[in-house]
């Protein structure tokens, strides 16, 4: 099981482009975890995702950002229109079930710097 | 509101002293509290959780209720104990809180 992955590990963006950060869970898990890391910060909850479903965006900015998770393929981290302030570290995490008890496991993380 | 307080951004100490990585937290409920740690160029893994009262690579943590802690302890520091170590709750679902991390120099 190669765990959770990540891609690309390294984005750099002009302010006003798009991103698009990737996370393929490990085998057998469903449930996506996206976290933000900003300089000098702890790691934040943005969004908790099951395949084709969004449980919990409390923790996404309310423009630009949006998350998804479908059938098939990657979950997506996308944002729109980027800023500087959106340089950061960003995490996905996947676990077998959405509880506390399950372990969630994290990728590498994709650093993102906005020029 | 909910906050997990790391006050050392950086612990330095040698090798074989003993290692006390502080974490308070802020929470009204009963937390479930976590270590996290991150070794160069490795991802972040779990180290321990309170609710199994268990010691890995030597390191231990006892939950405080009354003083709101969860401090991360060793007797005896390692060179391969170097790396960021991250305090965390939850409120019994999905969601982490982190702190902001501390990282351990252990010297040789």
């Known amino acids: 099981n190669a765990g959770v992955m990540q891609n690309p590990r390294h984005l750099v963006r002009r302010r006003g482009q798009e991103a698009r950060l990737r996370c393929s869970p490990m085998?057998?898990?469903?449930?996506v975890y996206w976290y933000r890391q900003l300089p000098e910060e702890g790691l934040k909850f943005m969004v908790y995702?099951?395949?084709?479903?969004?449980?919990?965006e409390s923790g996404m900015p309310k423009e630009r950002f949006s998350a998804e998770f479908p059938k098939e393929g990657p979950s997506i981290l996308r944002i729109q229109q980027v800023v500087r302030g959106d340089s950061a570290a960003y995490f996905c995490a996947s676990s077998t079930q959405g509880q506390a008890s399950y372990e969630q496991y994290f990728g590498p993380g994709t650093r993102l710097t906005v020029t | 509101a909910q906050r997990v307080t790391q006050p050392e951004k950086l612990l330095s100490v040698f090798k074989g002293a003993p290692v006390e990585l502080k974490c308070n937290y802020s929470y009204s409920g009963s937390p479930e509290l976590f270590w996290y740690v991150q070794y160069s160029r490795q991802r972040l893994q779990l180290l321990l959780r309170?609710?199994s009262r268990e010691s890995i690579k030597g390191f231990t943590a006892d939950l405080n209720k009354g003083e709101t802690s969860f401090h991360l302890k060793k007797p005896f520091a390692q060179e391969e104990d170097s790396a960021m170590y991250y305090c965390a709750l939850t409120s019994g679902t999905y969601k982490y809180i982190f702190g902001t991390g501390t990282r351990l120099k252990v010297l040789a």
């Open positions: 309170h609710i």
């Open positions: 085998k057998g898990h469903s449930h």
């Open positions: 995702l099951q395949k084709e479903n969004i449980i919990d």
